[in-house]
């Protein structure tokens, strides 16, 4: 099975995709976990990678692809794989079609888990994570028993600079300014699927495994 995994920031897409591993024999592979595979390996499309991001720079679209090429291509991935962060944009899709039309595959089943936007600048902004032991609390939807503080080991509660409301909400419309030419993509295809995340993950995740299981 050949997935992608879209949702906007605060979604719950995470949570999903490790539900999704520890269910499914394929690989969980993320664009960040990519690259810095990639580069340890020192791939080719590794190296070519590496010079982009040691000059702070984005890394070009032809060799993102190409470092997915080469991810693609590995053993582990011969049952599928569930590819999470990319593509991000209608030309990184079109591409991504072509390197697996080559190995003689598709994208079977685009998942996309959808919430409400006062939702997600509620859960991104409600976000706090404890500078000690990295354990994330919100103090809307599961605070901690004392304000600031984290329950597991005392350490201070902080706020990541991208979670406060105006960086929020800004990151909300690039998302969705970016992510829609993508969604009409994949429903022209036929095989995208919206998710409800503004549910218990485990009922969002029994949603998306009958999905999975559709493609066994």
Request: hydrophobic residues 40%.
């Amino acid at each position: 099975m050949n997935v992608i995994i879209m949702g906007p920031p605060g979604a719950g897409k995470g949570t999903q995709a490790e539900l999704i591993k520890k269910a499914f024999p394929i690989p969980h592979i993320s664009t960040g976990d990519m690259f810095r595979e990639a580069v340890s390996n020192q791939t080719a499309m590794g190296l070519e990678a590496k010079k982009y991001m040691d000059a702070g720079q984005l890394v070009p679209d032809e060799v993102t692809i190409g470092v997915v090429e080469e991810r693609l291509a590995q053993a582990d991935c011969a049952q599928g794989f569930l590819l999470d962060g990319f593509p991000r944009t209608l030309p990184q899709a079109e591409a991504l079609d072509r390197v697996l039309a080559k190995m003689g595959k598709k994208i079977e089943l685009a998942l996309n888990v959808f919430v409400p936007q006062d939702i997600l600048l509620a859960r991104m902004t409600g976000r706090v994570s404890c500078s000690a032991c990295k354990t994330v609390y919100n103090t809307k939807f599961n605070p901690p028993v004392k304000e600031g503080v984290c329950d597991k080991c005392g350490g201070e509660l902080t706020q990541r600079s991208d979670d406060k409301e105006e960086t929020a909400r800004n990151r909300l419309k690039v998302y969705a300014e970016q992510t829609q030419p993508l969604l009409d993509y994949y429903e022209k295809q036929g095989n995208l699927k919206n998710v409800d995340g503004d549910r218990d993950p485990q009922v969002v995740f029994a949603e998306i495994a009958q999905a999975l299981e559709n493609l066994r």
